[in-house]
């Protein structure tokens, strides 16, 4: 069974910096896309940043809005999946999910917009909340 638990999320003023953590479980597979995803109140969930583990250092992808501030990243070993977030802004207010597509590697050649039909599994959520 998979499984993915995020954490990191916290309430921090804007121009503040973040890292979130996702913890992934139940697979084998070597190479997979993960993704981090955020949804506010009242808005469509927003894919953010992908990354297909295929190598130590993966193929990673990001939305237009976070490129320069987000980063993605993992600790292969440890199935662990990083969002780091600098110059953060209101915007960026949101609950922020992990998702997983094991074995798979749909997020390399899918548009960003279409991201949230690549992952089957999803985590719970972690909320950053920013303030100006």
């Known amino acids: 069974q998979v499984q993915l638990a995020e954490s990191g999320g916290a309430s921090v003023q804007a121009g503040g910096s973040l890292r979130l953590s996702c913890q992934a479980a139940g697979y084998t597979s070597s190479s997979n896309c993960l993704g981090w995803f955020r949804q506010a109140p009242g808005k469509e969930r927003e894919g953010v940043a992908a990354?297909?583990?295929?190598?130590?250092?993966?193929?990673?992808y990001y939305a237009d809005s976070v490129k320069g501030r987000f980063t993605i990243s993992q600790d292969r070993g440890k199935k662990r999946v990083y969002l780091e977030m600098n110059n953060l802004k209101a915007e960026d207010s949101a609950m922020y999910y992990c998702a997983a597509e094991p074995g798979g590697s749909r997020c390399v050649y899918t548009p960003t917009d279409q991201w949230s039909t690549v992952f089957p599994y999803w985590g719970q959520g972690t909320q950053v909340t920013v303030s100006e």
């Open positions: 990354i297909y583990t295929s190598s130590s250092e993966g193929l990673k």
